[in-house]
């Protein structure tokens, strides 16, 4: 039997307080999973200015000192309970202060390589001050790239320097590229600005960082780890990434199964199991009275939950929308935000076919869990996806992903093969407008002449475990191998 652990995850995102993706959701479940395991798991994070402390929050924050390279700096240190678990947030105003967890009205916050070191610095010196030293830090993604490049300098021979490091990639494509004042400014000695270090392109790479200093490095999925250590998904970092490939594991992200639940969720307007899907019909009438679109129980709708970024491809969905609505008898739903022109396209089209595409753009928790529940496809052309969670959540809502078969979207999704009636959607390889099309149509076709392969296909998909279960033990097996070291 494994010993008990005491795990501090570091992550910028973590719902239900900050999210903008599928970090935040990934973040929380983990923890709360390895938590009921009987973990001692401990969450940091910023507080932002959007984040309202729950009640529960023991009162007053206590003032913590962060020992910075150019001296010390004065935050607050909030801690919060819930189930076993304890989140840590970290106030501290002139950096976290402000609208917008990466960007604001503006674009990206132009100092958020000092913003995020600040993060990874006052996780270590929480530590040291809560007098609770973690067995292991979980660091997620580039803006906690400092924390093992701290604990193999620094904290060398400080009581954190015997503490093991995780680094999960959750995304390669961005990176924390600052100059090289950054180390000054965190108290990172000079050395590590080497190309076998933080150093790429003569600027210090946050998320190589992390890759070089941590001990063990995982990815969100399995096909995923293999992609990035190639040229078209490395995005740079994939000769790093092939020189710490014995170090590199995938590991596929599980999701909240209590939370994403039709049969127990309470933000729709009513709940079905795959023995009894009436309320998913209540579910789609309710959908498309929402989004003003023709009241009609026979016609299939797709839908988009999704950042409107290059990464998910779906300039290439706005691409085809026309011809897809002018030959197949379908409904599109779109709930997303990001890049200006793709939210401006998308409701522009929505303006030509008010009755047949509807469109929200902004960011919607509780209206996500309408459009996944009451849709019946849901359309994920990613360019690349580290592991996707939406096409989870769609698959136990018995709504059925049509997706780019990359990453983890194709080590979640099993392909529609109608001669041994398997599959749980509909999966295409070669990303182009045709290609995407086709699959559209082909998802179109069988849903309105092969119901039966549709609905047993649904059932499929109901009946899949995404829960936490077995990758959280895989994470357990990757931290003690990191405290080993
Ligand atoms: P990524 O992290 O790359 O954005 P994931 O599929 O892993 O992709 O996670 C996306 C998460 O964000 C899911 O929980 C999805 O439901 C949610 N999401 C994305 N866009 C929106 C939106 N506009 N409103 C509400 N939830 C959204
Ligand atoms: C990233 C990836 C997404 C993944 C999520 C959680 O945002 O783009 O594919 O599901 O992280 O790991």
């Known amino acids: 039997m494994l010993k008990k652990l005491k795990i501090l995850m570091v992550s910028p995102e973590c719902v239900p307080f900050a999210k903008t993706g599928g970090l935040g959701d990934c973040v929380a479940s983990l923890s709360l999973h390895l938590a009921k395991l009987g973990h001692d798991v401990r969450i940091a994070m910023p507080l932002y ?16 000192i962060v020992n910075l390279g150019y001296g010390t700096e004065y935050a607050k240190l909030w801690e919060h309970r819930n189930e076993n678990l304890i989140t840590y947030f970290i106030e501290f105003n002139r950096y976290f202060g402000r609208d917008g967890i990466y960007s ?24 040291y001050f809560k007098n609770w030293l973690p067995d292991l830090i979980h660091c997620h993604d580039w803006t906690t790239g400092l924390i093992p490049v701290y604990l193999c300098t620094t904290e060398r021979n400080l009581p954190l320097g015997r503490t093991g490091s995780v680094f999960t990639i959750h995304n390669i494509q961005h990176h924390g590229l600052a100059p090289k004042s950054i180390l000054k400014f965190s108290g ?15 600027m210090v790479n946050m998320m190589k960082a992390g890759i070089y200093f941590s001990k063990k490095l ?36 599980g999701i909240d199964i209590s939370n994403w639940n039709p049969e127990t969720d309470r933000l729709i ?12 019909l209540a579910c789609k009438r309710e959908l498309q009275k929402t989004f003003g679109l023709e009241q009609n129980d026979a016609i299939p709708i797709f839908c988009v939950v999704s950042r409107l970024a290059e990464q998910k491809g779906l300039d290439l969905l706005a691409n085809i929308l026309h011809r897809v609505i002018n030959h197949m008898a379908v409904q599109f739903v779109v709930l997303g935000n990001g890049e200006f022109w793709l939210e401006s ?37 990613s360019r690349f996806e580290p592991c996707g969670l939406t096409q989870m959540y769609a698959m136990r809502y018995g709504t059925l992903p049509l997706a780019h078969s990359t990453g983890g979207l194709s080590d979640t999704i099993e392909n529609y093969d109608k001669s041994t009636n398997a599959g749980t959607g509909f999966l ?5 407008h045709d290609a995407l099309y086709n699959t559209l149509g082909w998802a179109c076709a069988t849903y ?3 119901k039966i392969n549709f609905n047993a296909m649904r059932y499929r998909a109901m009946q899949k475990d995404f829960s936490w279960k077995c990758s959280a033990e895989k994470y357990i097996e990757v931290y003690h191998w990191a405290m080993e070291i």
């Open 49 to 64: 200015t959007e984040i309202a402390l729950p009640k529960s929050t023991i009162a007053n924050p206590e003032p913590m």
């Open 104 to 127: 604001g009205c503006y674009g990206d916050h132009c100092d958020n390589p000092e913003r995020f070191a600040f993060m990874c610095r006052s996780a270590l010196d929480l530590c």
């Open 188 to 202: 990172i000695p000079d050395h590590v600005f080497r190309p076998d270090g933080v150093e790429a392109v003569g």
């Open 218 to 253: 995982t990815t969100v999925s399995h096909c995923y780890s293999k992609e990035i250590q190639t040229p078209n998904f490395g995005f740079g970092l994939e000769n790093v990434l092939k020189f710490k490939a014995g170090d590199l594991i995938g590991i596929c992200n």
């Open 269 to 280: 307007p009513a709940n079905y199991s795959a023995g009894n899907m009436t309320g998913k």
């Open 345 to 381: 396209r998308l409701s522009e089209l929505a303006s030509i076919y008010n009755s047949k595409i509807g469109t929200f753009i902004g960011f919607d928790e509780k209206l996500s869990h309408l459009v996944l529940a009451g849709s019946d496809l849901l359309v994920i052309p």
């Open 428 to 432: 295409f390889s070669n990303l182009s």
């Open 448 to 450: 309105y002449d092969d």
